[in-house]
């Protein structure tokens, strides 16, 4: 089983990250190498270029990918289907236009050119519309474009919007929004190490933004204590070694938003003891 992932750009480092955290690591693979191995002796890595893989793996050069969904479109690539959203990565593709100009609409770009690095993506934006202006495919620096009149208008990535404004450029239309996605060739996903994969990354998203609370708690407070844990699946009730049955410890998974609260409410309940800490990975 081969993974394509981003060799290098904005993508590269949370991709990795990603794997790691995951639990499979990579070995061998020195910088600019095109391939490495993970612990897995099964599970294979493959460098490639973010606007690549969706081809990569469609070709077969990999059978699982990891980029960006704006990519995937853009290659309309039909073979892979799409198994879990990784959730960075996101931004949105917009048609923006010179703030000062005269283009506030769709309808405006009628006989216009638009400049952009999503040639088949913006066809298919106007497609719909009725309105079918030139457009002209650059490979960066997008933004740039209208002020060089090579173009009226471009179909671009913004996540904060800076590099629009720093343009003097004004968004007219949303075309698309994207974030990191899990994917994979059709004639793969029937291996069990597909899910592997899957479940190994899912695991490590899931386990964002949740904390492991642990505390000692006396047994005739442990309903009390029970009550004020917004818990997944309810909490863990354990005996505590030389407790002498008085006392129990309490372990829960909780929203890392409700840790604050719940700290307050477990104390007054009678808990003691209280312990927070991070989740590497959860499987549900
Ligand atoms: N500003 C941004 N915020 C969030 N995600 C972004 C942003 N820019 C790009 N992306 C996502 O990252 C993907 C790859 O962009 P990136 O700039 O890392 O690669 P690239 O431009 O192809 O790199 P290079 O040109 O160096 O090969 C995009 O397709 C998109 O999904
Ligand atoms: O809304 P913002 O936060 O300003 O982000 C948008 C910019 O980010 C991307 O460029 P990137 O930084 O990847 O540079 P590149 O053109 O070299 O790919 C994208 O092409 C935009 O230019
Ligand atoms: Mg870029």
């Known amino acids: 089983m081969r993974i394509a992932v981003p060799n290098k750009g904005r993508l590269h480092e949370p991709t990795i990250d990603l794997l790691e955290r995951a639990g499979l690591h990579l070995e061998n693979g020195a910088d600019r190498k095109l391939y490495a191995d993970t612990v897995d002796p099964d ?13 990569y793996v469609a070709d077969g050069a990999a059978d699982l990918g990891i980029t960006g969904y704006d990519q995937v479109c853009e290659t309309g690539v039909e073979t892979v289907e799409e198994l879990l959203d990784l959730e960075f ?54 933004e740039l474009t209208p002020h060089v009149e090579m173009a009226d208008a471009i179909v671009d990535i913004t996540s904060t919007g800076t590099t629009l404004k720093m ?16 994917f994979g060739r059709e004639d793969v996903l029937e291996d069990p190490k597909v899910d592997e994969v899957r479940t190994a990354l899912a695991s490590v998203k899931q386990a964002e933004g949740k904390r492991y609370l642990m505390m000692n708690v006396p047994q005739d407070r442990l309903e009390a204590v029970r009550d004020v844990i917004p818990g ?12 002498e049955g008085e006392k129990v410890a ?12 719940t700290i307050t409410d477990v104390k007054n309940a009678g808990a003691s003891g209280i312990l927070v800490t991070e989740i590497e990975r959860l499987v549900e």
């Open 43 to 55: 599970v294979s890595v493959l460098f490639a270029r973010a606007a690549d893989i969706p081809e």
């Open 89 to 142: 990565g996101r931004c949105r593709l917009v048609l923006a236009a010179p703030e000062d100009g005269d283009i506030d609409g769709v309808e405006d770009l009628a006989g216009k050119t638009i400049a952009t690095e999503f040639p088949n993506i913006t066809r298919d934006f106007f497609a719909d519309t009725g309105v079918e202006p030139a457009i002209v495919e650059v490979s960066g620096a997008t």
């Open 167 to 182: 343009n003097r450029l004004a968004v007219v239309d949303d075309v698309l929004s994207s974030s990191v996605r899990l």
């Open 232 to 243: 997944l699946g309810g909490p863990t009730v354990m005996d505590v070694a030389n407790g």
């Open 250 to 261: 309490v372990h829960a998974v909780v929203d890392e938003r409700d840790v604050f609260e």
